[in-house]
């Protein structure tokens, strides 16, 4: 369980983030969309930990693992940087040869993570994360610099982990099409403000709010 | 390494441009002295220098460094005149051509100075030689000079034959300027050999004595040596000559005798005969 | 001319080498950690700490040098411990003007990639000692030069080193005081000429720097 209240955030004069109440549970998968600078890293950051709120509360006893938007691989082998993210655990290597896998990096585990390309990188980052087992994965666009085939590997690699561990996953993405497949709930981000949150389905015939009509118009499924 | 050897010769082409700059023929109203550091640390050029100017109307531009690098630079062409006290490098200096004539105008004495219990028992030696015979059985701390500067080259002369290795422990060759081999030797509790003028502005800071002084194989002469205008260029004669003449003149001499009375009790240098 | 003093300039050539990389050595050790701290956390007065060690960059290594030796010295606060004039107060002089070099330096390259890099570790659920070795070692390369520059300011430094290591002839002379020493005497071009086998050893230690970086990337 996450549980937030009364959350800002104020860069300057600008509120970014105004969230008076907000819960995940663990097993859902919710998409967290919005255009850009409508706070969705920013919500992301406060959920993980990684950046405090200036006002409100995070209530949460929940492991969480987080991929922030910019994936930076380590100056390392691919394969060490997955190793060095793992946690203590008996089979490592056989579990880090899967994930690398699983994401389409098995021929590049020996290479420098430096030479990699955006989208490989991007699958490296994830399989970073994916290695150790939370409750909660918070995962800020993880297929954004993927290509179709990159994106399937993504996709099947959250869906996969998500299946194994039981876990909650909160995502941020731009992508329709992912939003619908993934998630259970859709939470609709506008000006730092929760304007639709609900099924996806519903959300898609049904929009709450004008702005929320509005934006699923834009959405060329 | 060929990279590094161009960067060399730049930086050579440089300073060799920037040593050609230098001189010129309309700054015959400047006159360059070169001379150690104890003629000018001991406060007696600028004590001078003002009411020479004062008279004459020359700019002094006086340039301290130890004996040797004092005579290089006047090797290399950056003084008019030399104001020295190293007999034998000053001889060497003329017989070489680049001097004129060796004028000795004044004196005083080195002196020995050492802890204020004289562990080493030099003090009612006759002379210097026999201190030093005395610290090297006692093996009594001593710093040298070890710079080649006058004061090392008469530390030297008095060593004679059997000047002590540079590793024994207790002989240290500090390879630094008057002051700072007094303040190593007031550190250290050890002997110094030294000018008396450079010791007694300095003795404040100092934990040291006067242990041992006015042997006779302790006479410290200062000369003056202008520089050779057929040997080198760009000489200022005139402005060396009136400096010497003003310097060995009946005004400077009353004005050397009187210095160091005042602040040290005592006068810091003699007039020669 | 430098084969005649061939013993000693090798001896020279020894303490020099001793002395910066001692100083090299300890002033990386103290001033990296505190560079990246000042690098990955955000706490009032930060910005006067690092204003602090860039004034400090400035500090004339002869103020260095006479701050050192009076508390060395026999009167000093430190002085019975009898160390001035040897090798060892040389590298705590130097090691006053290095630091602030080295914490400078490390925290202006670990504050470029260090938010991203912080939060891909938070993300991790990294520890705090382990994010901080990750931060050393992701900017290897560029901290490597301010292992250099550490060292080149050491090696080249002249002031503090004659001060209180005295120049002493067998024990304490380097090769930046004995160029001095040489200038003194009038020798200028073998004071030249051991500038040059100054500048051979920086640029041997800077090849073989470059080597172990190189073979590390692998």
Known sequence: MIKLQNIKKIYGERTVLNIDGLSFTKGETVAIVGPNGSGKSTLLKIIAGVIKSDEGTVETNSRMYYLPQQNIPFRKSVRKNILISMENADDKEIRCNEILAELGLANLADKNAKGLSGGECQRLALGRVLINEGDFLVLDEPSSAADIEGTEMIENAIRKYKDKTGCGVIMTTHSPVQALKLAERVIMLCDGKIVEDGRPEELLINPKTQWGKKFISKWKL | ?273 | MLMSMDKELLQIIGVTLRMSFFSTLISCLLGMPLGVLLGKSSFKGKGTIIKLTGTFMGLPPVVAGLIVYMLFSKNGILGSLDILFTVEVMVIAQCMLIVPVVINLTHSITSVNSACLIETAKGLNFSKGKTAILMLTENKTALFSVVLSAFGRSIAEVGAVSLVGGNIQWKTRVMTTAIMLETNKGNFSFALALGIILLLISFTVNIIASFAVKEDKQ
């Open chain 2, 1 to 273: 390494m060929k990279k590094l050897l161009a960067v060399l010769m730049a930086l050579a082409i440089v300073f060799t441009l920037a040593a050609c700059g230098g001189t010129s023929e309309n700054e015959n109203k400047i006159i360059r002295v070169s001379t150690t550091t104890s003629v000018n640390d001991s406060g007696l050029l600028p004590y001078l220098l003002p009411v020479f100017e004062e008279a004459t109307g020359y700019t002094v531009e006086v340039q301290s460094a130890g004996t040797g690098a004092a005579i290089q630079k006047a090797k290399d062409g950056n003084a008019d005149l030399i104001l020295v006290h190293s007999k034998a490098s000053e001889e060497e200096f003329i017989a070489e051509g680049y001097g004129v004539e060796r004028l000795p105008f004044m004196y005083n004495y080195f002196v020995i100075v050492g802890p204020a219990d004289d562990p080493a028992g030099i003090k009612d030696s006759v002379n210097a030689a026999e201190a030093f015979d005395k610290i090297e059985d006692t093996e009594a701390t001593f710093i040298s000079r070890g710079d080649e500067s006058g004061t090392h080259k008469a530390e030297l002369k008095i060593w004679g034959e059997d000047v002590p290795e540079a590793d024994d422990e207790w002989y240290i060759s500090a390879g630094q300027g008057m002051g700072a081999c007094l303040t190593m030797a007031s550190e250290k509790d050890a002997y110094c050999l030294t000018d008396k003028a450079t010791f007694l502005s300095n003795k404040a800071d100092l934990d040291l004595e006067i242990i041992l002084a006015e042997g006779e194989d302790m006479k410290n002469t200062y000369s003056l040596i202008e520089c050779n205008p057929e040997k080198l260029d760009g000489i200022n004669t005139e402005g060396a000559k009136a400096f010497i003449e003003w310097m060995m003149g009946d005004e400077a001499s009353a004005l050397i005798a009187e210095y160091g009375k005042e602040a040290y009790g005592e006068a810091l240098f003699y007039l020669a005969e």
